[in-house]
């Protein structure tokens, strides 16, 4: 069953459309949600959650409707926000267990949870600190762990690694990832970082303008390419001349010659495929550069995400 489904989800603010006959499927697993600022990803993580109501069209969340059920949601759901909500003069271990009452647990259970989520998230030594005191990564992290204590069957985190530097990025994009497998839950992650969400999800859903623009598994978006990567050291103008001259479709790129392979599995194709390495390495003799790395190239999210808007 999917996950979430929206039909033709349509959410303004007065002259602003921010969604626009949104229609679209998540499966289960990490999902990253993908647009520029003002695409409308928030708004959709509101609406999911039922803290907006949508202007027309409908949405569900496994299988309650965001307007009509949800409370069940909200049960379902941990919730990440975008922006610091968090109180300073709390430590992390008083709020964490705040939230965790507030989802109903008695007083030694809701204790008991917390810390087995502060731990989860590496915050467990620092628990009886301040909030006030912490780094942004560990807000995040205190923000991550409070999402978590109502053991929920799906996380919504909106831009969770805004702010941080790229180490702080690192860490928390592998904590996502642990979380998921850890917890066996799903993950909506959004961000306007298309490379990072590249790393950790398994679907994406790509909206622009509030409209959808694509939504696909990751590996058949980054898969491999029908073009041959080819790095070489010397002169790579030459290198790509004399490519070019053996009948081969070229692109210089920096350093490095992107060379078009030959479609198909049949096995002409596959041994044409053996012919362009041959002539690769051939030329890369006759023409005395250095071969340092010779691959398929595979696809990114960015190429994806520009041809979508050209
Ligand atoms: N409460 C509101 N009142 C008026 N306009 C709004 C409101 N909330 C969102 N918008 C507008 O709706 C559009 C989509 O906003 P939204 O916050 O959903 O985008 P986003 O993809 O989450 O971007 P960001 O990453 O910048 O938060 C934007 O043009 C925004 O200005």
Redesign the pocket.
């Known amino acids: 069953m999917a996950l979430i489904v929206t039909h033709e989800l349509t959410?303004r603010?007065?002259d602003?459309?921010?969604?626009d006959g949104l229609t679209v499927s998540i499966e289960p697993g990490i999902t990253g949600l993908v647009?520029?600022?003002?695409?409308?990803?928030?708004?959709?993580?509101?609406i999911l959650l039922g803290l907006l109501e949508p202007s027309s069209g409908s949405a569900n969340v496994m299988g309650h409707d965001v307007v009509r059920e949800n409370r069940a949601i909200r049960s379902l759901v941990g919730y990440m926000p975008?922006h610091d909500c968090l109180p300073p003069e709390m430590t992390a271990a008083e709020f964490v267990s705040f939230m965790a009452r507030c989802s109903g647990l008695p007083a030694t259970a809701a204790r008991e949870r917390a810390a087995e989520v502060l731990r989860h998230v590496g915050l467990f030594e620092e628990r009886y600190r301040p909030i006030r005191g912490y780094s942004t990564g560990m807000a995040q992290r205190v923000k991550l762990a409070q999402a978590l204590v109502h053991d929920p069957r799906i996380l919504v985190l909106?831009?969770p690694t805004n702010g941080l530097d790229p180490a702080g990025r690192d860490e928390m994009l592998a904590l996502i990832q642990r979380t998921g497998r850890e917890f066996g839950i799903s993950v909506l992650v959004?961000s306007?970082l298309l490379g990072e969400l590249e790393r950790v999800c398994e679907h994406v859903v790509l909206?622009d303008a509030?409209r959808l623009v694509r939504a696909e598994r990751l590996g058949a978006l980054t898969g491999e390419t029908g073009t041959l990567l080819v790095e070489v050291d010397g002169d790579v103008d030459a290198f790509c001349a004399a490519l070019v001259v053996q009948g081969l479709v070229v692109q210089r790129d920096l350093m490095r010659a992107l060379v078009e392979l030959p479609n198909g599995d049949d096995a002409e194709s596959v041994a044409r495929v053996f012919a362009t390495h041959d002539i690769v390495r051939d030329v890369a003799v006759a023409t005395g550069v250095g071969l340092l790395r010779i691959e398929r190239r595979r696809g990114h999210l960015e190429d994806l995400f520009a041809g979508a808007n050209t």
């Open positions: 959410r603010f007065r602003v459309t921010a969604l647009g520029s600022n003002g695409a409308g990803k928030s708004t959709l993580v509101k975008e909106d831009e959004s306007h909206i509030g």
